[in-house]
């Protein structure tokens, strides 16, 4: 076997078990939880390329939509009370939100391998925050926790 063939040998393989790691991770829309009322649980999350993310509508009166993506990023926008699913296909920081609660700070973020648009990022939280009347700090506290 040349070098080149069991290169390409080893990266198909390397491929494929990471395809088959990929994780899936669930975050519980809540209205208690340790973070307070109305709260996504973990609502920052650090995951891999390929990885799942599955909000599960633990209490019923919530839904999870993406509100920023990097470039090319996966959306997505779940019903009131029902569960959903994306999974993360490029890297970045992704920020959603609870529609009827983002007054309230029921917000989250997901950091997808490198943050790549952490800037973007943070500007958008800027125009989020503004439309938060409680638990504002949240956000801010979720965007410090990425690396
Ligand atoms: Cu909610």
């Known amino acids: ?87 993360l296909n490029k890297e970045g920081v992704y920020l959603y939100q609870c529609d009827p609660h983002l007054p309230l700070g029921m917000v989250g973020v997901i950091q997808v391998g490198q943050a790549g648009n952490l800037e973007d990022a943070k500007k958008h939280a800027q125009g989020m925050s503004e439309r938060i009347a409680v638990n504002k700090e949240r956000l801010s506290q979720y965007l410090d926790l990425i690396k």
């Open 1 to 87: 076997m040349s070098s080149t063939t069991l290169r390409s040998a080893l990266l198909a393989l390397v491929m494929a078990s990471t395809s088959a790691l990929a994780a899936d991770h669930e975050v519980k829309m809540l209205n208690q939880g340790k973070d307070g009322m109305m709260t996504f649980e973990p609502a920052f999350l650090n995951v891999a390329v390929g990885d799942t993310v599955t909000f599960l509508p633990t209490d019923m009166a919530h839904n999870s939509r993406s509100v920023l993506s990097p470039a090319e990023g996966d959306s997505w926008n779940g019903s009131m009370g029902e569960k959903v699913s994306v999974t």
